[in-house]
């Protein structure tokens, strides 16, 4: 079977895009479909070729399999073995074709097109199997996706201001709002070989998904990484991924010469602060922070009860934004209102 037929059975049986395609295998378009080069055609039946297809380590493997090697190394191949994703027992060109075939990328290039979030991180390979995780998961979509601005953004509201009221389970009810919006909600089980990731955003397919993990964290840190989550559905173009992780693994990120001003000036950390004003002010505006503010008394449980039934938010919110606003030590006794969800 030539690599084009190839192509459009994949592209039939699992709805992949051209985009993704080539994403996936770090290729050109016309390298891919037009000259078929050998190097685009092993990258193909590295990331979606059967075992049987896959007969000889390819030529650009070999020439660097040890470079290639030290960089697979660093996926949590043990942990992927005892799931089953991973055959066990597989060494050097073997271990190469299995993470290249689980991960469904042609190369190391097509990783970084394709898990480009993760590469913000100490640890993208792990960060990206964890996220290949989720993604196995989902199925894709026939048909495009809109997102329901309107609809989305009540729903929204309705998680700020009713979710408090309710003894249901915070991610129980944040899944079947995103259900109801056509987003998808997945939970998977973080690695050990890195520090737990907070959210991740991304699309399969035409289907956007926005997963968590399935580690408790406090609530308001929950739903914030919710809506910033949100935020890149709605304001950023389709296929736009982000990969939230804790303070401990971003500030490892931050040479002594880089500010977040500099940071900012980055395209990808501009959208990341937009999803972050975003979600922002859908859970507290700034008209309900500067009022609470303003009353002068937040380092009191009355003052954060009053303005959580004034508002209808959850307590947490008020506290975790005083906090972020340095009004409140980190280790005041009103972190009790924060919920472990």
Known sequence: MSLKESIKQLQKREHITQDELLRRLGCSRSGLMDHATTDAQAAFQLAFG???????????????????????????TRALQKKGHIPENVKDADLVRAVFKFMQIGSIAGFENYYGATLQSANPQTYAAWIRLGELQVKRL????????????????????????????????????????????????????????????????????????TTKMEDSKFLEALFHAVGHLLLHPKHTSCLQLGAFSQQALLQPAQTPE????????????????????LLLSEAEECELICCGRFNERRCIEHFSGVFHVRPSILVERLQQQGKLHRRTLLNDFKIAV
Request: hydrophobic letters at 40%; a neutral charge.
């Open 50 to 76: 059967s075992d049987s297809s896959i007969s000889e380590t390819p030529t650009f493997v070999k020439g660097n399999l040890e470079k290639i090697l030290m960089w697979v190394r660093k996926f949590p």
């Open 262 to 281: 500099l940071l900012a000036a980055r395209p990808e950390d501009i959208l990341e602060l937009e999803a972050s004003h975003f979600a922002q002010d």
């Open 142 to 213: 026939a048909t495009d996706y809109t997102p329901d601005r309107k609809a989305i953004i009540s729903n929204l509201k309705f998680l700020r201001t009713n979710v408090f009221l309710s003894n249901q389970s915070i991610r129980k009810i944040a899944r079947e709002v995103l259900n109801n919006c056509g987003i998808e909600y997945v939970e998977v089980e973080p690695f050990l070989t890195a520090p737990t990731p907070v959210c991740a955003f991304y699309w399969r397919g035409s289907r956007p998904v926005i997963q968590f993990p």
